[in-house]
Each structure stands twice: as C-alpha cells, then as structure tokens.
C-alpha cells in the first residue's frame, strides 16, 4: 500500500489559497452558521466520513485523489471554524 510523506506545510500560501475558497464556498451555501459546539463537532465528523469514502475510492477504486484533496479541506475548514470560535471565548 502506497505510503505518503508528511510535506511540512512546505506551500503555505496554496494552503491558505484554497482554505479561503472553502471557507467563503460554505458560507455562499450556508450563511453564517450558529450552532452549539456538538452540532459543529457532528458537521465536522461527517465531513471526515466523506473524507475517508474518498480515500477509500481513491484507494481501491482509482477514485481521483481530487475528491480526497477537496474532502481534506471541507474537514480543515470546519475545524479552524471551531478552533476560532474557541480561540474567541478565551478574549
């Protein structure tokens, strides 16, 4: 099975880039979500869900590792939603 090398955030700005469009991508489908700490965590671990069909297609099916790049940011982009909100109640 294929190993894959951590790249140490080695592009940044292609990161971030595509982190902003995913951000403002939910919010054009959604608004400006309020939920309760548990619902974020359920929107979150759903996203991982389709996180992992996408790994699992890209594995055993020759699924496009697209799909798997775009899932990955869907999971990061919640996630830094939720940490913000945290990080903000701490002020």
């Not at 982009?77 to 990080?87: D, N, P, R, S, V």
Request: charged share 30%; glycine share 4%.
């Amino acid at each position: 099975m294929k190993k894959y090398r951590d790249r140490m955030f080695i592009n940044k700005e292609w990161l971030f880039d595509q982190l902003d469009e995913e951000n403002l991508r939910q919010l054009s489908k959604w608004g400006i979500q309020e939920c309760t700490a548990f619902e974020w965590l359920a929107w979150t671990i759903e996203e991982l869900g389709s996180l992992a069909k996408a790994i699992n297609k890209h594995q055993y099916r020759k699924g496009p590792a697209g799909k798997v790049v775009a899932e990955a940011f869907q999971v990061a982009t919640l996630a830094l939603k939720i940490a913000e909100m945290f990080h903000h109640q701490e002020k």
